[in-house]
């Protein structure tokens, strides 16, 4: 068969074959999910996406390697505090990173991951890059934005075989990351009002007063509430 008539026969089966879809109790590894059938796993969870403000503008305006340091410090801190909080790191996409929290206080988990984070891109990322890299414009500053929902998604497995990868789809995971570009903001986390109202203990109050405020809302597929962090750091 001629790699047209492959392509045309999967995406024939793929759109009128029947799907099997069951229901996860865990975040599926991507083996956990067949590739060459019509399969997938529905799924209540968390998602967060924790996105790196600029980078291009690093990639143009500092060297390579400088640029590299700043990312990779990035990339590296989020996926720590995401394991840290019993996330599962599903994604990676240039300068950002993407994390499924499932099961109990799921909400709470992946907030505690943004505030944790927001306080080591301020108190040790920039600050180790103001120190070891020679900045062109002092208006270049190291920042992010993470962004949260909270709902059912489903997991399927895509690609081809020996390179292939889970992808999520549903409202949950598209909000998360939309709620990340909105690095402009005065604020560093962004949450769905979904995962506003299962936060529990300090994800949600900081001595005794709400961490949360309603901000302007958003549209994806429909009208969504947001709250941003007023009080946005936690000592991890």
């Known amino acids: 068969m001629s790699v ?3 392509m045309e026969s999967n995406v024939n089966s793929m759109m009128v074959g029947d799907w099997r879809i069951r229901d996860g109790r865990t975040v599926p590894d991507t083996e956990d999910i067949g ?3 019509n399969v997938g796993v529905k799924l ?3 998602y ?3 996105d790196l403000a600029k980078s291009s503008d690093f990639g143009q305006m500092l060297s390579a390697m400088d640029a590299a340091k700043i990312i990779k410090s990035f990339l590296f801190c989020a996926s720590a ?3 840290e909080h019993g996330g599962h790191i599903k994604s990676f996409d240039g300068d950002r990173v993407m994390g499924i929290y499932h099961g109990p206080d799921k909400e709470s988990r992946a907030v505690r991951t943004a505030l944790k984070l927001n306080w080591v891109v301020q108190e040790i990322i920039s600050d180790k890059a103001r120190r070891w890299i020679d900045w062109p414009s002092s208006a ?4 992010h934005a993470t962004g949260i929902a909270s709902g ?3 997991l399927i497995r895509g690609g081809v075989r020996n390179d ?3 992808a999520s789809i549903g409202s949950a995971p598209n909000f998360a990351a939309k709620l990340s570009d909105r690095r402009t903001e005065d604020g560093r986390t962004f949450i769905c009002y979904r995962t506003w109202l299962n936060l529990t203990g300090d994800a949600k109050n900081f001595y005794g007063a709400d961490r949360w405020s309603d901000t302007q809302g958003i549209v994806v597929g429909g009208s969504y509430n947001i709250f941003k962090a007023t009080n946005d750091r936690m000592l991890p």
């Open 44 to 46: 209540e969870a968390t």
């Open 4 to 6: 047209r008539d492959i």
């Open 35 to 37: 590739l060459g059938i």
């Open 152 to 154: 059912e998604a489903l």
């Open 48 to 50: 967060l996406y924790a």
């Open 81 to 83: 505090l995401i394991k």
């Open 140 to 143: 270049m500053v190291v920042k």
């Open 164 to 166: 292939n990868d889970i």
